[in-house]
């Protein structure tokens, strides 16, 4: 099998693991290449939160080496802030990285998300990955990020599926870097959920665990 380079584009600190650190695990142990692109620094928006940003920073490198990420930059925008830049700025952000890294792959938040931030991050995608001749990008996926995707009005209808069965330990051990972002369960960033949810979208297709994604576009070269 090729192995893919793969980018993926995250909102905030921790939705790379929440949204699809399974996956991330998973191809990292089979010889792909993961880059993570972080836009905003989940924190300025936070009222009474004493966590520094350097903080926050070093829990998603800490969390990046659980899941065999190869590199992670951090692009310091201020928290729920990111619908206040113009796309064009964003867009070239990715385009930065895309000719960085050379991804042919690339993951990005669900269009639908009640969460600004992650809708100007898609938005962005779209303009970053556009199908021109020379683009080496074949595949364009969303993923869902709990805490915002099953909030937002705009249901989450995946298409594709990637079997985490042994990789969901992976994923709860990177999530718990982020220590101030751990809820009690039912809530749906809690250790428990995050296992539950990836035993729903396994039960759906015969698998134990799964992480569910919805493909906007894949070209066979």
Known sequence: MKMKRVLVLSAHPDDETLGLGGTIAK????????Y??????????R???KLKISERRKQAKDASKVLGIKQIEFLNYED????????VELSKHIENAIR???????????YGDVNQDHKAVFDATLIATR??????????????????????????NPNFYEDISKFIKTKQSAFK???????????PRSLEAIFLISKRWGSTIGLKHAEAFLKIREISK
Do not use: R
């Open 177 to 187: 870097k982020y220590k101030g972002e751990i809820e009690m369960f039912p809530h």
């Open 100 to 110: 960085k890294w050379n991804p042919n792959v690339i993951f990005t938040h669900f």
């Open 27 to 34: 191809m990292s142990k089979n010889g792909d290449i993961i």
């Open 131 to 156: 199908p021109t001749p020379k683009s080496k990008i074949t595949e364009v996926i969303c993923y869902e990020t709990p805490s915002s995707t099953e909030w937002g009005i705009q249901k989450f």
């Open 80 to 87: 729920q802030k990111l619908d206040t830049i113009p796309l």
């Open 47 to 49: 009222k009474n939160n």
């Open 36 to 45: 993570v692109l972080v836009f905003a620094d989940g924190e300025t928006a």
